[in-house]
């Protein structure tokens, strides 16, 4: 990267490494220099491309303006779910559901961190991060560094298909999608309702749903996702969202303005551990809700977790899916992995018979024992019983 780039020969020692600048790297990078305690920290920031493009969009729900409210294109107040002839718009009060582009984020935090002198950037392919001991050395073609501190998102999509095949003893679904970002010549969307889910879609191989995310009233981003075993090729997502808009759609022209493609891991599964002094963050340090495939929002608690605790002189702890709300994730796993249930009748019950609040407090990890009461009391206990049972039995 430009003015502050180096290409180190020998091996230069840092206060902190960052090794992958996507959304968990920088997101850390950003927190660090709003510390008033960490900010002048020597840090080196490693990625094999600092050249972003606007590669995925980024939905969550917040209770409050959070740090990047001043990136949010878009905000709803109302969501809405949908199967066969049952339909539901819930208000999501006191939520917002909310949408930050992919770009804006990245070159929000890159313009931001060039201010400092004390951040050096490497755009390199990192081929090790080893320790021995106290420190990590990261190393790359043509250089390495070292330090105490570095914190890992690299995750490369090979190694991921990897473990999704090999024989993890948890389930292991991907979710999928494409997602065309769509602009009509008339007005055809209620801007005000994002449609979370509409199972109005084949569910015979896959609990599959389409997510329609209204920007005004004749743009939307629209994306097929499927929770399953396989990824599909880009052409079967292609005729599902063309048959999808010309049926709800029909006869109105349509331009498509942006594509984005998606696999998220959807397991209970490690994908690794933080070994001091080597610490994992983001989709590598299994950030990602394994029931839902949300990950911004535990980003942004891990990266507040471990800047907390680097400021009080603490050994960063990455973890932010605790044992309660991650053995819930893992029996709704086994159910779809399995085929115990379809999806679309889990997630139709729980929206049907609770309100949005409570749903996001449940999927943010945060709600109270009597509001997970309230969620599993929508779901069938036949079903969900003798699946928690054995999630149980293979943890013992
Ligand atoms: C298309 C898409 C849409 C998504 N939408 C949402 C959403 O709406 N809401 C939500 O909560 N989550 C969403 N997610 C899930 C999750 O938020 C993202 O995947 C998130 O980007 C994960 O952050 P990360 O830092 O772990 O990985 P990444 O953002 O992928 O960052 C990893 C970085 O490592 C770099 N890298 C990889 N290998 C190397 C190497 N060998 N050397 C150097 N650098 C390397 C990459 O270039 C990249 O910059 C989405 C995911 C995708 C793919």
């Known amino acids: 990267m430009d003015n502050n780039s ?13 090794a992958g600048a996507g959304c968990a790297g920088l997101s850390l990078l950003y927190s660090v220099l709003q510390s008033p305690v960490l900010k002048g920290s020597k840090i080196l920031v490693l990625d094999k491309s600092f050249e972003k493009s606007n590669d995925r969009t980024w939905c969550f729900w917040e209770l409050n303006p959070g740090p990047f409210q ?9 969501i809405s779910i949908h199967k066969a002839s049952f339909s539901k718009e819930l208000a999501t009060a006191p939520y917002s ?13 890159i313009q931001y961190a060039k201010q400092f002198s004390n951040v050096i950037w490497e755009e390199a392919v990192v081929s090790s991060i080893e320790t021995d001991g106290d420190f990590a050395t990261v190393q790359w073609e043509g250089g390495k560094a070292k330090s105490n501190k570095v914190f890992s998102s690299i995750l ?11 024989n993890i003893s948890k389930p292991f679904l991907w979710q999928h999608f494409k997602g065309l970002l769509v602009q009509f010549e008339s007005n055809v969307f ?84 933080s070994n001091v002094p080597i610490f994992v963050i983001g989709t590598l340090g299994n950030a990602v809700k394994s029931s839902t495939g949300y990950a911004f929002h ?8 471990i800047v907390h605790q680097l400021e009080n002189g603490a050994e960063p702890n990455t973890e932010v899916h605790y044992t309660r709300h991650q053995f819930y994730d893992a029996v709704l796993l086994y159910i779809l992995h399995h085929n115990l249930m379809e999806g679309s009748e889990i997630f139709k019950r729980i929206f049907e018979k609770n309100n949005a609040a409570t749903i996001f407090k449940f999927l943010s990890n945060t709600s109270n024992l009597w509001e997970d009461i309230q969620i599993m009391r929508s779901l069938p206990t036949k079903i969900f019983l003798p699946a928690a049972i054995k999630v149980l039995a293979r943890r013992s």
């Open 190 to 273: 209620n801007p005000g309702v994002a449609r979370l889910m509409d199972f109005n879609v084949d569910q015979k191989d896959a609990t599959g749903f389409m997510y329609l995310l209204p920007l005004n009233e004749s743009k939307a981003l629209v994306e097929y996702t499927l929770f399953s075993k396989t990824i599909l090729p880009t052409q079967a997502y292609d005729i599902v969202l063309e048959a999808y808009l010309d049926k709800h759609y029909p006869n109105m022209p349509y331009q498509i303005l942006h594509e984005e493609l998606g696999a998220i891991p959807m397991t209970t599964q490690a994908f690794a551990k």
């Open 6 to 18: 180096t290409h180190l020969q020998q091996e230069l020692t840092y206060d902190i490494i960052i």
């Open 70 to 78: 001043s990136l949010v294109c878009k905000q709803w107040d109302h």
């Open 298 to 305: 535990f980003i942004q608690e891990q990266v507040k977790q």
């Open 97 to 109: 559901y909310k949408m930050i582009q992919g770009l804006d984020f990245y070159n929000h935090i």
């Open 156 to 166: 490369p999509m090979d190694t991921l298909y990897t473990i999704s095949q090999s």
